[in-house]
Each structure stands twice: as structure tokens, then as C-alpha cells.
């Protein structure tokens, strides 16, 4: 260590005289030299500051930082900054310091003159970082002059524009409850008490807030001269409290039992239906553990279904537990892992399933009787099924027409086969009447033929009726179902408004169709059948292939054998047939007793288009039943379809304005009514948009009529 007695050259006088702290520093960063001021500032004598090193007054040195400090300023022979200094008794304030460097006689000393700027930086700087954190604000009452400073977030939690707003005698009257806030003041400036307090507030604005109130006072000579505190906002943090503590009440009133375990299988939290159930204390819970819970848990099993529960996350499964008085109670655990403060945790919910059990048994000593009624209910199914095939025979089929004969030799043509068939047409055409036909005529015809509606099955239950599910595989999934895919094996499955089917089951579909296979809902295997499909569709597939709505290669294996079924309008000669027999189905049940339908009703019918085909004929026939007087002949009138658009019957050419309306129509149809644009419907007749127009309005074609008339149909 230097000598000090070359200090002693140096003007005594002038160091003392100086308004500043004065140190001087060797490069280990011992104290040689300190005068009076700082020796004061600090709370040490004289003899004390020069055994001293610069770590034992400023807290925040580390032997890197004064060596990088000792380059700086041997390099620039002077530094500037700013830093805390540490007090005798601990207390720490900020100071300004100018460090020069001196080399005498080979020795290296820095001269530091520093300056207490506390006060100066109170707003500045405590300040500041204080309103870094969220919703806090500082404040300094000096208590020997009155005034009060503070930062603008705390202004901002009271909602005051001033800080005298928050001298006490004043920001008093903002508290609910006054008389906790001013106790803590009191005891604080009388006693030299520090507070901690969260109490309630209203703002400028009259809005409540929960506000963490803390006040530390300082004193000169046992008298409290300053108070220091902060305000902060809690509002948020007391909200989220009182709801955790509504969530503890909630979990505690719970009939089910929660409790939280760890990996080595101890409780660290249980809600009160655990003791209550079980009939310990908590204190006894407490030192318990999963295996004085179960008495079937070894600490292998406990360790595979620990990693169960790290695996899947969350599952179900049932056991039997021990109350305290050792009765066993039967139960459904449901176990959910959550991660928690960096730790693995088991949130186990159970149920006490006593009841169900019982039930069970009772279910159990059912099955005998329902065994007994099996065959009967069996018996019943195949009568029920001969009724059905009754009802659908192929020969009655009503038809006279060439054209329709030529759909009905196709049908008897793939019959025989196990090949898949797609049926196209228009609604009401009769297109599950031939796949009955197809099924009827097949040798699957001694199993069923089950139909699904992919149109009239909403689509988050479709995949469910078709492929059936396993319990549990979804919210609701109380029982196995079992598919209609199950249900047509070794008989045929009809699949009607197939386009309707979405787009994300369909290869599920194809894998059936390719493979003869497919995963129910929930089940690990998958499933064999042996199912024909027979699908049928009003709408364009190959369309809507080419577009992305319907998958390219379920559409071609789908249409190994396309069976047209074609609209009535095609097949004139079968309207007075049609007719007549739904006049014999209808004119019973309204107790008429019409016998045949009149020449010029006949006449009337064959003169219309149909644009609902055999369902739009069939109601125009229940109407006019209900409508006209009971006679031998069902005569015209108000039900016949007056005023829509007709075409001539078969007997006579059509004429060529007549053919130009039926090509459109077909050509707009197959558009989906798209006029214009590279699928419009004038780009495949080869005719211009306005071309296309015109022809539209001097033919009369308008897309509502045959949009209400299907609407109608369907």
C-alpha cells in the first residue's frame, strides 16, 4: 500500500475546504486516502475509511468491473459516471463520480470526487424505474417542510393532475375504509413504523381500485423527517384473487373428489369432498399417499401409470378405493396431467360409482330376458323385411316406354354382380326405386339393404352413422354404435346424394370400396365387410371432380356401372300409367272413388313439363284426390300445374324452337344455371353470352320457375 505520508504534500487544506467527497484509490482498489466530507457522508472515522476497499462501499463492484474501471481512466486519465455507495449502517444512495489518474513515482492512484446526488435523482431516476414496473407509483413526503413529490403513475392510480393531492390530509378522504390507511400514516410518522397495506380507493373518477399501499420512514435522530412509499394498482391481481378463491370454492362443494399428486405418489392438494367422502382430517390426508388410497397400487404400477399419464395426457378407468373405517368404495378416475411451477403433476378427478354399479348388476340380470327375446325380435325383422321387399319388388316397376325399358335392362344386367353402381338423375326420377331394384334382383338379396341420406345427416355425425364409433371416442359417445357399414355387411349399402358427402370422409369411403375395410370412431382395428355400394346423385360428379369438390378417383370408382335414371318428360307414355296408379293409391285413403283419370286431365299432364318428374306427378295426384268430388274420372281443374312450361307428347315431332328450349335447358342444368365464363352455359352451346340471353328470354326460361319446381319436387 502506498505511504501515506505523501499525502501529506499535498495542500491539506484545499481537499478539506472542498464541497465535494474526496478519495484516493491504489489499483487493488484500497482506500490510501478520504477526506472529512466523505468520511461523514459514509458514517466511518477517519482510521475506518482507509482500512476500507471500494467493495465495501459500493455494493454493485465485482473485481471485473473495477479492473475494466482502472483501464478506463489510466487510458483516458478521466471518468465520469454515476453509482451507489453504501453507508455504514447498509443504507444506499446514489452519487455522481469523476475519477482522474496520478502516477508518482511509480505509483498509480486514482483521485475520485464524488458528489451525493440522492435527492436530485429521486424524481428522476427511482422514479422512473418505478413506473417501469406494472401500475406502481413512487412518492416522498418531507415532513419538514410539507411538501410532497411523486411520479405521474401514481397521480395516474388516484386520478390526480397535482401531487399535493397526495399529502395525507388529503388523500385520505380517496380510501373506502379510512381509518386502516390512517392509523398506518400515523404509526409510520409517530412511531417509525413501516406499512404494507391493500385497501380499496376511488379515483377522481369515482371508480373503485384495490390499491397495495406501502410507506417506509426515514429518520434524523430517532425523528421521523421523510416518509418514502408507492402505490400500486392491484385491481387486476385482487380480481384474479377473489375468482381463485370463488375457483376453491367451486372445487371444495364439488361432490367429486380433486386432488392433486405428485410423481412419488403424495397428495399436494385435495379439495374438501376428499375428506368428506373418505372420513380423514386434513391432517391425516396430508401424510398420506396414493398407495394408502389404493390398495391395489404397488410402486411398479405406480410407475408404469405414471408414465400412462405422461403419455396420453388424460384417460379414464376404473378401481376401487379404501375409506378411512376400510370399506371399499368403487370408482371412475379420471386422471389429467398438468405441468405446474416447473413439476409433473396428477390432477385426478373421482367419482363414487356405487349406484351405477348397482345398476350394472341390474342390467346384467336383464340380459337373460333380453336373450329370451332375441329370436322373437329376429323373427319380427325378417317378417318386417319381407314386407319391405313386398313393397318393392322389381316387377312393379310401372313402365311402358322404350327409354325407360332400355334403364331397366341395364338394372337387370348388373344385378347379378357385386359390381358398384352409380345412379344419376334428376330428383324425383325414382333413383332409389332402382337401386332397390339392383339389391332385389342380386344375390345379396336375402340381407339387407340399408340406405343413408349423405345429404340429411349433419357433418360432424355422418362418419359416426356410417362407420360407427367405440364409447368415449367423443363428447356424447356414452356407447359402441355400430355403422351402417356393420350393419350392410354381406348385404348392400345405398349411399343416396353421394355429392353431398364431404370431402374429408371421402377417402375413408375409397379405403372401403378398394380394401373392403375401414376404423370406427375411437377403435385401434380396423374392420372387415362385405358391402355393395350403390350410390346415386342429381348432381354432376365428374363436374365437380374436374373442380375440387368431389375426389377424382372415388368418382371413377364409383361409376364402374352408371345407370341414368331418366326424367319423366323422356318417357311420356308412362305419365297416364303413373297416374292411374297413384290415382289408386290416394283416391282410397281420402275415401273418393275415382276409378281412372279423365281423357283430357291426361291430355293436360302430357302436355307438361315436369320438372319434378314422378314425385312432382305423384303429389299433383294426392292434390287433385283431395281437391275434386269423388266420380268415376278424375277430371282437370284447379291442381293441374296451368301456365308452366309444357312440352308436346311423344305422338308428335317437336318443333324446332321446342328442341332449342330442351338443349338450353339440359346445358343450363348441367351449369348449374352459369350463363357466362369459361363453364357458362354458352361456352358449350358454342353461342355468345348476349346470343345465349336473348334466346333465354324469347324462349321463356327462367331459372325461379324451375328452382320453385324443384324446391317443390324435392
Known sequence: MPSKTAFHEVNQWFIEELPYDV?????????????????????????????????????????????????????????????????????AY??????????????????????????T?????????????????????????????????????????????????????????QEPARNALRQCVQEGIPYDLNLQIRDADQQLKWVRCIGRPVARNGKTIKVLGTYQDITRQKEQELSLQLSDEIINRAKDLIYLIDESGHFTRFNDSVLRELGYSREEFRRMSIFDLDVNMTPALWRQHWAEILEKGSFTFERTSVRKDRTQMPIEVTVNHLRFNNQDLNCAIVRDITERKKKQLALVEALNEIKQLKQQVEAENEYLQEEINRDFQFDNIICQSAAYAKVLKQVEQVAPTDSTVLITGESGTGKELLARAVHEASRRRERPLIKVNCAALPRELIESELFGHKRGAFTGAIADKTGK?????????????????????????LRVLQEGEFDRLGDTRPTQVDVR?????????????????????LFYRLNVFPIHSIPLRERREDIPLLARHFLEKYAPRAGKEFKR?????????????????????????ERAVILERSAPALPPGDWLP??????????????????????????????KWRVSGNKGAARILGLKDKTLFAKMKKLGIRKEDFMKERDIAQ
Open 121 to 177: 435523482q429521486f424524481y428522476k431516476t427511482i422514479l422512473e424505474e418505478t413506473e417501469k414496473a406494472v401500475k406502481v407509483g413512487g412518492w416522498k413526503w418531507n415532513l419538514e417542510d410539507g411538501t410532497i413529490i411523486a411520479s405521474d403513475e401514481a397521480l395516474c392510480i388516484f386520478g390526480l393532475s397535482e401531487a399535493e393531492g397526495l399529502l395525507p390530509s388529503r388523500v385520505i378522504h380517496h380510501f373506502a375504509d
Open 485 to 509: 357399414f356393420e350393419l350392410a355387411d354381406k348385404g348392400t349399402l345405398f349411399l343416396d346424394e353421394i355429392g353431398e358427402l364431404p370431402l374429408e370422409l371421402q377417402p375413408k369411403l
Open 533 to 553: 355400394i350403390i350410390a346415386a346423385t342429381n348432381r354432376d360428379l365428374e363436374l365437380m371432380a374436374k373442380d375440387g369438390a368431389f375426389r377424382e378417383d
Open 23 to 91: 478519495l484516493w484509490i491504489d489499483e487493488q482498489g484500497n482506500i490510501v486516502f478520504a477526506n472529512q466530507s466523505l468520511c461523514d457522508s459514509l458514517g466511518y472515522s477517519r482510521a475506518e475509511m482507509e482500512s476500507k476497499t471500494m467493495y465495501d462501499i459500493n455494493p454493485g463492484l465485482t473485481p471485473e468491473k473495477w479492473e475494466r474501471h482502472w483501464a478506463i481512466v489510466r487510458r483516458k486519465k478521466v471518468d465520469h459516471f454515476k453509482t451507489t455507495h453504501r453507508k455504514k449502517q447498509g443504507e
Open 642 to 671: 296451368a301456365g308452366k312450361p309444357g312440352a308436346p307428347p311423344r305422338s308428335e315431332l317437336p318443333t324446332l324452337e321446342e328442341v332449342q328450349r330442351e338443349h338450353i335447358i339440359k346445358a343450363l342444368f348441367q351449369t
Open 94 to 119: 446514489m452519487v455522481e463520480v469523476f475519477s482522474l489518474f496520478f502516477s508518482n513515482n511509480g505509483k498509480n492512484l486514482i483521485c475520485a470526487i464524488v458528489r451525493d446526488i440522492t435527492e
Open 597 to 621: 283419370v279423365s281423357k283430357k286431365a291426361v291430355s293436360a299432364l302430357l302436355g307438361y313439363h315436369f320438372p319434378g318428374n314422378v314425385r312432382e306427378l305423384e303429389n299433383l295426384i
